[in-house]
């Protein structure tokens, strides 16, 4: 008999109570989740968190008192627990989730999406099984973020183009990766990082006002130049041999779009040998395929170490697939900011 997998401890903090009765009884629906504790305000969720030992904290980021992101990151620092963000779908409640990102939770979902009257449904059982799988990440302080400088290894090689890509946890880490290039780093960064509709211009007008480099969302056709390009949502982001950016939302490839497979075939395809891969945290395996192309074809290709990943399994998938270097998250920054930069890459 296959041993039923332990209880997962939730601790609601949502201001409605309507809402957080509902969203109670939607957890534990399958018996799989128990919720712990229902918190009005992120004070009362602080308070509450040493007595409960909750595995998971769902956060609403508009709360009396402290805001969810102020709540986020005082647990981060005090007792770091995995924190889903449980948001409304608004521009500025994207913004707002984006920051809760950064400051450490590792999801964001849409109020709209869980589908609270209809607790038997695909994707009740879906939310549910992440929640689960969630629970269960490494979830540290924030990492330091300096990067100290160091010699460049001999022979490394050249690059023209870079592509980063995270799934859970990764809006953290591609902060402390981004913060630590220079306004002035000669290369496009192409990036997929995962996240459900609707909050990724959140995301990326957070990062753009935070990072010393410009970060946009890509559009079809414009130029590679130098800057944080974001995949947008339901879309793959490939690199043409022209330097051009191009958009693609028809294909199925895996679980994601984007993905990060397709972005690094593409930049092993455009810029071979001068193409630089890096696989953040993330759960699956997305990225392991395009690491191993842009490796095959002389590219440089950099993995997060387990010690730093929230969740180990993108990274873990790219070091088995060919990465050549496994880096703590605060060395990557440093890695990338000594690339010799091929001759025209600018």
Same mark, same amino acid.
């Given at each position: 008999?296959?041993?039923?997998?332990?209880?997962?401890?939730?601790?609601? +903090?949502?201001?409605?109570?309507?809402?957080?009765?509902?969203?109670?009884?939607?957890?534990?629906?399958?018996?799989?989740?128990?919720?712990?504790?229902? +918190?009005?305000?992120? &004070?009362?969720?602080?308070?509450?968190?040493?007595?409960?030992?909750?595995?998971?904290?769902?956060?609403?980021?508009?709360?009396?008192?402290?805001?969810?992101?102020?709540?986020?990151?005082?647990?981060? =620092?005090?007792?770091?627990?995995?924190?889903?963000?449980?948001?409304?779908?608004?521009? @500025?409640?994207?913004?707002?989730?984006?920051?809760?990102?950064? *400051?450490?939770?590792?999801?964001?979902?849409?109020?709209?999406?869980?589908?609270?009257?209809?607790?038997?449904?695909? %994707?009740?059982?879906?939310?549910?099984?992440?929640?689960?799988?969630?629970?269960?990440?490494?979830? @540290?302080? %924030?990492?330091?973020?300096? +990067?100290?400088? %160091?010699?460049?290894?001999?022979?490394?090689?050249?690059?023209?183009?870079?592509?980063? +890509?995270?799934?859970?946890?990764?809006?953290? *880490?591609?902060?402390?990766?981004?913060?630590?290039?220079? !306004?002035?780093?000669?290369?496009?960064?192409?990036?997929?990082?995962?996240? #459900?509709? #609707?909050?990724?211009?959140?995301?990326?007008? $957070?990062?753009?006002? =935070?990072?010393?480099?410009? /970060?946009?969302?890509?559009?079809?056709?414009?130029?590679?130049?130098?800057?944080? $390009?974001? /995949?947008?949502?339901?879309?793959?982001?490939?690199?043409?041999?022209?330097?051009?950016?191009?958009?693609? @939302?028809?294909?199925?490839?895996?679980?994601?779009?984007?993905?990060?497979?397709?972005?690094?075939?593409?930049?092993?395809?455009?810029?071979?040998?001068?193409?630089?891969?890096?696989?953040?945290?993330?759960?699956?395996?997305?990225?392991?395929?395009?690491?191993? *192309?842009? =490796?095959?074809?002389?590219?440089?290709?950099?993995?997060?170490?387990?010690?730093?990943?929230?969740?180990?399994?993108?990274?873990?998938? !790219?070091?088995?697939?060919?990465? &050549?270097?496994?880096?703590?998250?605060? &060395?990557?920054?440093? &890695?990338?900011?000594?690339?010799?930069? /091929?001759?025209?890459?600018?």
């Amino acid at each position: 008999m296959t041993a039923r997998p332990p209880i997962t401890r939730v601790l609601i +903090c949502d201001d409605s109570r309507t809402y957080a009765t509902s969203l109670a009884r939607f957890m534990e629906y399958e018996g799989d989740l128990k919720v712990v504790g229902v +918190c009005s305000t992120g &004070e009362e969720a602080l308070k509450a968190l040493p007595r409960l030992q909750p595995d998971l904290v769902t956060m609403d980021t508009e709360l009396p008192g402290i805001s969810g992101i102020e709540a986020t990151e005082r647990i981060m =620092r005090s007792q770091p627990t995995p924190i889903v963000v449980l948001s409304a779908h608004t521009r @500025r409640a994207s913004e707002r989730a984006a920051a809760a990102l950064s *400051a450490g939770a590792l999801d964001v979902l849409s109020k709209a999406d869980l589908a609270l009257d209809d607790p038997a449904g695909p %994707r009740a059982i879906a939310f549910r099984r992440r929640v689960a799988r969630l629970a269960r990440a490494y979830v @540290r302080q %924030r990492p330091p973020s300096d +990067c100290r400088p %160091r010699d460049p290894r001999p022979g490394r090689r050249s690059g023209r183009a870079v592509g980063i +890509c995270a799934s859970t946890g990764g809006p953290q *880490a591609l902060e402390t990766v981004l913060a630590g290039l220079p !306004a002035d780093f000669p290369l496009p960064i192409l990036v997929v990082q995962h996240m #459900g509709d #609707g909050f990724m211009e959140g995301l990326v007008r $957070w990062m753009d006002q =935070r990072l010393p480099l410009p /970060a946009r969302i890509a559009a079809d056709g414009v130029k590679a130049r130098p800057g944080v $390009w974001f /995949a947008p949502d339901d879309a793959h982001l490939l690199l043409q041999p022209s330097m051009h950016l191009a958009l693609d @939302r028809k294909t199925v490839a895996g679980l994601h779009r984007p993905s990060a497979d397709v972005l690094l075939r593409s930049i092993a395809a455009a810029v071979g040998a001068e193409g630089v891969a890096v696989v953040l945290t993330g759960m699956g395996r997305d990225g392991a395929e395009g690491i191993g *192309a842009i =490796r095959a074809a002389g590219g440089h290709t950099i993995a997060q170490d387990e010690a730093t990943a929230a969740v180990f399994g993108m990274p873990k998938a !790219a070091a088995e697939g060919g990465a &050549e270097v496994v880096l703590p998250l605060s &060395e990557i920054a440093t &890695e990338l900011r000594y690339l010799p930069v /091929a001759e025209g890459a600018a």
